[in-house]
C-alpha cells in the first residue's frame, strides 16, 4: 500500500496543507484562512485533503511548521516538528536545487533565508511589525476600494509611482491618506504601496543580506505581481515565483516528515483530547507580552504572543 506523508504551516493568518507521495509528488492541498482559530482551520484543511480520496490512506508521517506547530503537531501526533526556515528552505531545494536567496512575505510576517550548496547559512526574519506585508497591503487595498489580487495590473499603467514612507505602518497609512487627499492617481499609488513593500523588506529583512540569484520569492504576498515586478527592478535580477510558492512551508514539511523513521500511527482526530487556553503578562523583558498559553490536558504545550524568547512556553 502506497505511503503519503502531511505537511501543515499553520501561520497566523492562512494554513496550507499539502499531502505528498514517496516521490515528493503533490497529490492533495489545501488553502485556507486561520481566522484566530488554528484547531478548526486544521481540521478543515485536513477534511479538504482527505475529501479527495475514497479510501483509507496510509499515512506515513506527519510534519508541522508555522506558528502554531507546536500545538498542532501534538494534536496530530506529529513525527517531525521545525520552524518556518527550515521547512521553506527543504521545500524550495526540492524544486530548485540551485536556489541562492529566498524571499518570503506572508500576512503578518515576512523573511530571508540565503542558501549556500544547499544549506541554509544565514537568515533573518521581522515579526514585530505588519508595515510590507500581506495584512498591511490588504488593509490598504481596503482603504483604496481596491481588490489587492488586481495591484499587479493596476500598478503596471503608473508612469510615476507615488513616494511613501514604509518603515512604520502607522506612518504609511498616514502618508497614504495624504497623498489621496492631494489627488495622487490610484495607478500611481499603488505602484508606490507595491514600491514600498520591497523598500521596507530590503532596508529591514534583507539588510546586510547578499542577495544571489536564482532568487525565490514565496508567500501570500508572492502572488502580487506588482511587488514583484517591484522587486525585479530594486535588484535587478529575475525572481522566480513557483505555483507553489503559497505552500512550499508545508511542502517542506511534509519531505521532512517523509524521512523521519516513525512506526507509530498519526491521529487525526481533534475530539479526542481536551484543549485549554489560558493568559497572563510576561515580565521576563521590558516588552511585559501578553501571553496565550495552550494546555492538552493541563500540560502546557505552546504559548504564542510572547515577541522574543524569553516568552516561549513559560
Not at 486561520?34 to 478548526?40: A, L, V
Request: proline share 1%; net charge neutral; aromatic share 8%.
Amino acid at each position: 500500500m502506497n505511503k503519503y506523508f502531511l505537511g501543515i504551516d499553520v501561520g497566523s493568518i492562512s494554513t496550507k496543507g499539502v499531502l505528498i507521495n514517496e516521490k515528493n509528488e503533490i497529490v492533495a492541498f489545501d488553502y485556507i484562512w486561520t481566522d484566530g482559530n488554528p484547531i478548526k482551520a486544521v481540521k478543515t484543511v485536513v477534511d479538504n485533503i482527505y475529501s479527495n480520496f475514497n479510501q483509507e490512506l496510509n499515512i506515513g508521517g506527519v510534519g508541522t511548521t508555522g506558528s502554531a506547530r507546536k500545538l498542532i503537531g501534538a494534536i496530530l501526533g506529529a513525527n517531525i516538528v521545525k520552524n518556518e526556515i527550515t521547512a521553506h528552505a527543504i521545500g524550495t531545494l526540492n524544486f530548485y536545487p540551485d536556489a541562492k536567496t529566498i524571499l518570503e512575505i506572508g500576512g503578518q510576517d515576512s523573511k530571508i533565508i540565503i542558501l549556500n550548496d544547499a544549506i541554509v547559512t544565514d537568515y533573518a526574519m521581522n515579526t514585530l511589525c505588519a508595515a510590507g506585508t500581506g495584512a498591511f497591503l490588504s488593509s490598504q487595498a481596503k482603504r483604496l476600494n481596491l481588490n489587492v489580487e488586481d495591484f499587479g495590473e493596476i500598478s503596471s499603467k503608473s508612469q510615476n509611482a507615488t513616494k511613501l514612507a514604509a518603515r512604520c505602518t502607522v506612518f504609511a497609512e498616514s502618508d497614504l491618506v495624504h497623498k489621496i487627499q492631494t489627488g495622487a492617481k490610484k495607478e500611481d499609488i499603488v505602484a508606490g504601496l507595491c514600491n514600498a513593500v520591497v523598500d521596507n523588506y530590503l532596508n529591514n529583512v534583507a539588510k546586510g543580506k547578499k542577495i544571489i540569484s536564482p532568487v525565490i520569492f514565496q508567500g501570500g504576498v508572492s502572488k502580487n505581481q506588482g511587488v514583484v515586478k517591484a522587486f525585479e527592478k530594486a535588484l535587478g535580477t529575475k525572481i522566480i515565483v513557483d505555483k507553489y510558492a503559497h505552500l512550499m512551508g508545508a511542502i517542506g514539511i511534509a519531505i521532512l516528515a517523509s524521512q523521519t523513521q516513525t512506526n507509530h500511527s498519526f491521529n487525526i482526530n481533534f475530539t479526542d483530547f481536551k484543549f485549554e487556553t489560558k493568559g497572563f503578562e510576561c515580565n521576563k523583558c521590558p516588552n511585559n507580552c501578553e501571553v496565550i498559553a495552550i494546555f492538552k490536558e493541563n500540560d502546557m504545550i505552546d504559548s504564542f504572543g510572547n515577541r522574543c524568547e524569553a516568552g516561549a512556553l513559560i
